[in-house]
């Protein structure tokens, strides 16, 4: 990790962390020692499978990822194992 800054608890009891300046969410499964992308991941950027600066972090209702991507001035909403997200 390199500048984590928001963190959440899935419904699984999986960690998340936003890894701020690596532009990407990472998910740590219970008892894991590795983690996993679980949003962004694709370099630092503006499109929507890209991350700049992620800071807080949410779980909606329906088991979604909603990340403040700061430097994007955006909320964006990624669902489970999908590899872009929308605002």
Known sequence: LNGPHGLAIDRDGGLLVADSCNARVMRWAPGATEGIVVAGGQGE???MGQLNGPRGLAIDRDGGLLV?????????RWAPGATEGIV
């Open 45 to 47: 950027g503006s499109s």
């Open 68 to 76: 403040a991507d700061s430097c994007n001035a955006r909320v964006m």
